[in-house]
């Protein structure tokens, strides 16, 4: 079938490379030339496990190319999905401008009958929006069908997720639409559950609200523990033995970040407020989690109450292993911190620095590696959980002026950072403190 594809931001392109692993003809539309350039090579413009191998094998046997002309990406296409990003409004609500101008490009675009699928995420309604500026401006007879398929992919896994994913949600109000897209599908051999759309719609608010409270929710346990003396660890372990509540999002740390969960949850307080409902839960949530983020400032100052002149080392900007992503990251709120304190910030992260340097302030310096940002250092904070990081071999902290290493990610066990002399301060376990020789009289 053949397959267009507007946008070609982190959904898009997984989107457009995964239809065409499965025998799809796509093409992937974007208006930026030079990006569209690079993709042509085999270029992938992010980060993302297995990418890279798929685009091109899959431009190899001529299944999947790229364009910035959306009359050439759109005029033959069967199947149209939109990809374009929904940015965040001052009042949290999502900015719709792209979305809006790819449905008036697919009426200009279009010479046969398609269906257009919504991949982005969109407010409750917005499919509703699409089909009617597309049917208010075509002069012609022909026929638009309009389709919501919300995407459930996880950064650092997108390209597995596609192919093992839990389920694929179509929502519609046709049975043709239905079954064209059904079968689309079908080859990715994933449970497949059809509802109306604006259904569909909330089910993708609704379930990175859910996941985003739950992190929410083993961080104000997290720091409950820590008041208490007992250890998250065990406690989530224990919590998450329940099938009813299962063990995954159950990880204490810093908090959540990247393109969706901060996004999409202050999205759904305003989808509610459209409607005048006071989503009270969901705002907790979002407050917690920006509270979180600055948990390991808060750890720092209690042993570093001054940190004017102190060298501090950054390990890991992005959001989460596995991404080159910076979206919401902790590694912006600490570092602006640190600097606003008067401390020397120097930074490492295996794949994000690149991005890094346009986001973070332009007073962190980067290190080629763990040891060289962490050497001669007071204190080393680290923001993701990289491999790399928690396999580091624990006699590197030794480079440091004195080893004092603050964890949001609960990376190392609490025992094997005593045994090695560091002073250690996890989320919700027990401080490790240096072991101190003590002569016998």
């Known amino acids: 079938m053949k397959i267009a594809v507007i946008g070609t931001g982190y959904v898009g392109l997984v989107t457009g490379v995964s239809l065409s692993e499965i025998g799809h003809d796509v093409v992937c539309i974007d208006v930026n030339k030079e990006k569209v350039a690079k993709m042509q090579k085999g270029i992938s413009p992010i980060y993302e496990p297995g990418l890279s191998e798929l685009m091109t094998k899959n431009i190899a046997a001529q299944r999947l190319s790229f364009t910035s002309d959306h009359r050439k990406g759109l005029q033959q296409a069967d199947v149209i999905y939109i990809a374009v990003g929904t940015p965040e409004n001052a009042d949290g609500s999502a900015e719709l401008s792209f979305v809006v101008q790819a449905a008036e ?49 996880k950064e650092g896994s997108a390209i597995h997720d596609s192919f093992h994913g839990d389920r694929i949600v179509i929502g519609a109000d046709s049975e043709h639409a239905f ?14 559950f059809k509802t109306d759309i604006k259904s569909a719609e909330m089910i993708k608010y609704a379930s990175n609200a859910f996941l985003a409270t739950k992190i929410s929710f083993i961080n104000e346990i997290s720091n409950i523990c820590e008041l208490l003396g007992a250890n998250i660890e065990n406690v989530s372990t224990g919590m998450g033995l329940d099938q009813r509540i299962g063990s995954q999002f159950l990880k204490a740390g810093i908090g959540y970040g990247g393109s969706c969960f901060p996004k999409d949850t202050k999205a759904l307080i305003q989808i509610a407020g459209n409607v005048a409902y006071e ?10 989690n920006k ?12 042993c570093l109450p001054n940190l004017t002149g102190k060298k501090i080392a950054v390990l890991g900007l992005a959001f989460k292993p596995n991404t080159d992503d910076l979206r919401e990251s902790a590694s912006i709120l600490v570092t602006d911190e640190l600097i606003k304190q008067g401390a020397e910030v120097v930074a490492y992260d295996p794949i994000a620095m690149d991005n890094a340097k346009n986001v973070l302030n332009s007073s962190v310096r ?26 580091v071999e624990l006699s590197v902290f030794n480079k440091m002026k004195t080893p004092l290493v603050i964890d949001g990610r609960n990376c190392f066990l609490v025992k094997d950072m005593e045994t090695h002399g560091i002073e250690y301060r996890s989320i919700g376990r027990p401080v490790a403190a240096k072991q101190i020789e003590v002569t016998p009289i």
Request: charged share 25%.
């Open 366 to 391: 980067y290190a080629d590696s763990i040891a060289e940002a962490i050497e001669n250092s007071d204190a080393a904070l680290i923001l993701t959980d990289w491999d790399e990081i928690k396999n």
């Open 291 to 302: 509270k979180q983020q600055g948990l390991i400032i808060r750890k720092l100052n209690d």
């Open 105 to 153: 490009n697919i009426v200009d675009c279009i010479e046969k009958d398609v269906i257009v699928v919504t991949k982005s995420t969109v407010p409750v309604g917005t499919n509703d929006m699409i089909k009617g500026i597309i049917q208010s401006q075509l002069t012609s007879d022909l026929k638009v069908e309009v389709v919501s398929n919300p995407e459930f992919l």
């Open 179 to 192: 079954n064209v897209i059904e079968k689309i599908n079908q080859p990715f051999n994933v449970p497949i």
């Open 279 to 288: 989503f009270e839960l969901l705002k907790g949530v979002v407050n917690v």
